[in-house]
């Protein structure tokens, strides 16, 4: 069949299964546009900014675990993907982003509306392609669905120029095997290594798990339940590592790291043993190298060599396949429990029970951690929830905990403001039978806002939690503790965001008390389609505890106990 | 002979344009320090090879290797510096040549190392050494009294010896006919 470049593009990507692509024509890709007419099985959605679509695909990768498509032009509409990209790759997110080119006998000549965009993104990208000619597309196409969904999954770029994707070719779907000599999957874990992990895990007295996105990206929350219970270790996980193991499990610790539970900290410094699953020492879980975890051995398992010895030197690097490693190890570890181990932990979880804001006697404010556990409660804990970057983050990671993988979705590595609205929107796609929540800050919520037009046009059931404490409030915190209060550039001066949602036509209702949230997860519930709930929250809350920045991960700043001063 | 803290690897890529940007891109971001790199084609013409030596002080070798190897058109990485191995460096060196002393120094230096006078006029002469860096080096020492003019290395190539071999089967699944491929590349 004689296909144009735009058509064997829509015939590949139905192949790859793919029912939504998000994106903003323009004119290099028109012609693609234009095709999209004959294929209605792939709905398209018209975001307001290429950086939503990117985020989108992004939150619909990351809820299905399917690869996320995203879609613009050349030039402006390539770059406006860029931060999504950024996001996606330091999150390890599938998603694939189709962009036009000017047209081949133009590249180079700055062109209207010409980028290098496969320049530009080279850093940022598990690879790209830009598509020379039009024999090349579907192998293209195929190649890089591949990429970005196998391995350690990353984001894929193919810039099409716009005289590739009107070129007509013999359409053959290229079946059979894809040859990518340089590319490698590992699977399983060397025998030796993996024997010389067991040994260690056996031996140890004091052990604990550090359990990432590895574990969901795998699948392998099953062999980690099993690892712990078998062994009786401890499991602290990474931010993205939340819902990798049920947080009501008893072994569980929460987060660890920079605004991590104080016992998983001071585990992680007295352990003999670090197990780390598919996570990869990001600064922000380490704090200081230098001191970090000194009277551990540590086991790192990672399906991407590069990271084994990055930040941390281990004793023991398997690169594989986390499920598959696990499985290998369970046969021969032995089972057993560390109860003096355990005491001291659950010494920890004690003290810290102390210090919950939670604990505090209730007084006129309505606190951002108060928002969230009561967001937890009224959802029965089983909401996809969608975070933005910063304070909100945070209290997230802290008070809704979460009992299933991929129910969390938040930008970790990047920390991109920004992110939390519209990769609800694309998790809402991927998954329309889940209670979707974007929780956000009113910071982060204003850099992507627009989408409200694209919630309201495509009629998308989102919830949209802003907690609206008139500051950029994770800066605001460090310029308490680390710049003396001076509060540079962070108080904000909002719009009415009720006001807003209604000139979207978005139901809302603003939250100054606490016993409205209650009330305001019912109305939420009751709109079929975006709403938005302003909590109107506590100017100054601080996240606590907080290892700062470069600090020893047990130097914490711990909330006082009540009765205690700061 | 190398230098404690650096290292060799031999590095077999796809012949495909902008491979070249991948992997100097690659070396920038993650803060690793090249001493030389060179590229050319091999006996397979969908196969370059590259050799880069690498001043490993901050980052473990292997940590370099794992992370050429991530990209996807890097077909196999070889740290060659740490078991037997053949390396050579070639220089041009244009010297003054313009009295008798310097021109009987320069024939004489020559003799005593893998070098030659390639081109020798009455104020500058063109030498080329081919030897592995630390002679190059000692030569280049020699000349500077008598007045290097003009310099140009190639950086070291290397290949291990005896059977190591490092080589791909591989053929290109898609044969880009067009001329556009070669001309648009990066």
Known sequence: ?566 | MQQENRQTLAVLVENKPGVLNRVVSLFRRRNFNVDSLTVGRTHKPHISRMTIVVDVQRHDVRVVAANLLKLINVIDVRVISQEPDVSRDLALIKVRTDDVDSRNSVTMICERYPARIVDIGTKVAILEITAQEDVVEAMIEELKPIGIVEMVRTGVVAMGRGTRILDSDYEPAVRITTNNAERIGV
Not at chain 1, 430 to 447: C, L, S, Y
Request: glycine letters at 10%; a negative charge; aromatic letters at 6%.
């Open chain 1, 1 to 566: 069949m004689l296909l144009t470049g735009s058509e064997i593009v829509m015939e590949c990507l139905i192949r790859e299964g793919v029912d939504v692509i998000f994106g903003y024509p323009g004119g290099a890709i028109l012609p693609t546009y234009d095709a999209m007419t004959k294929y209605p099985q792939i709905h398209h959605v018209l975001v307001r900014h290429e950086q939503g679509a990117s985020h989108m695909a992004d939150g619909y990768a990351r809820a299905t675990g399917k690869v996320g498509v995203a879609i613009a032009t050349s030039g402006p509409g390539a770059t406006n993907l860029v931060t999504g990209i950024a996001t996606a790759m330091m999150d390890s997110s599938p998603i694939v982003c189709i962009t036009g080119q000017v047209a081949r006998g133009s590249i180079g000549t700055d062109a209207f509306q010409e980028t290098d965009v496969t320049g530009v993104t080279l850093p940022v990208t598990k690879h790209n392609y830009l598509v020379a000619d039009v024999e090349e597309l579907a192998y293209v196409i195929r190649e890089a669905f591949h990429i970005a969904r196998s391995g350690r999954p990353g984001p894929v770029l193919i810039d099409i120029p716009k005289d590739v994707q009107t070129q007509k070719t013999e359409f053959i779907y290229p079946e059979g095997e894809i040859r990518l000599p340089g590319y490698r999957v590992p699977s399983e874990g060397h025998e030796d290594d993996v024997m010389l992990a067991v040994d260690l895990i056996n031996q140890a007295q004091r052990p604990i798990i550090l359990a990432g996105h590895g574990i969901m990206m795998a699948g392998a929350s099953e062999q980690l339940r099993e690892l712990s219970e078998i062994a009786g270790i401890p499991v602290a996980l990474t931010l993205l590592g939340k819902g990798a193991m049920p947080e009501d499990h008893p072994m569980v610790l929460g987060m660890m790291g920079m605004h991590g539970e104080a016992a998983s900290n001071h585990a992680i410094q007295e352990a003999d043993l670090l197990i780390a699953l598919g996570m990869r020492f990001d600064d922000r879980v380490t704090g200081n190298l230098k001191t970090y975890a000194q009277k551990a051995k540590k086991i790192h398992v990672d399906i991407d060599p590069s990271e084994i010895n990055k930040n941390v030197r281990v004793n023991v690097g398997i690169p594989g396949d986390v499920r598959a490693v696990l499985s290998q190890m369970l046969p021969h570890v032995h089972r057993t429990q560390h109860p003096d181990w355990m005491a001291w932990i659950r010494d920890w979880q004690e003290d810290a029970d102390e210090r919950d804001i939670l604990q505090y006697s209730a007084d006129s404010k309505l606190l951002g951690a108060q928002v969230i556990n009561d967001l937890w409660q009224f959802t029965g804990g089983n909401a996809v929830t969608v975070t933005d970057v910063g304070q909100h983050q945070m209290l997230e990671a802290q008070y809704y905990p979460h009992q299933r993988p991929s129910s969390l979705i938040t930008s970790g590595g990047l920390g991109t403001m920004g992110f939390g609205f519209p990769a609800a929107i694309g998790a809402k796609f991927g998954k329309p039978e889940e209670e979707v929540w974007a929780i956000v800050g009113d910071g982060g919520f204003q850099m992507t806002m627009c989408e409200l037009a694209t919630a309201v046009q495509e009629n998308i059931d989102v919830n949209i939690a802003i907690l609206n404490n008139a500051y950029l409030g994770m800066v605001r915190q460090w310029q308490e503790f680390f710049y003396e209060e001076r509060y540079q550039s962070t108080p904000m001066v909002n719009p009415d965001f009720c006001k807003l949602a209604d000139a979207f036509g978005i139901p809302s209702m603003r939250v100054t008390k606490r016993e409205q949230v209650e009330e305001s997860v019912a109305f939420a519930r009751s709109i079929k389609g975006p709403v938005l709930i302003e909590y109107v929250i506590e100017k100054e809350e601080i996240v606590y505890p907080m290892v700062p920045a470069g600090a020893d991960l047990h130097n914490m700043i711990r909330r006082p106990k009540p009765g205690e001063s700061r």
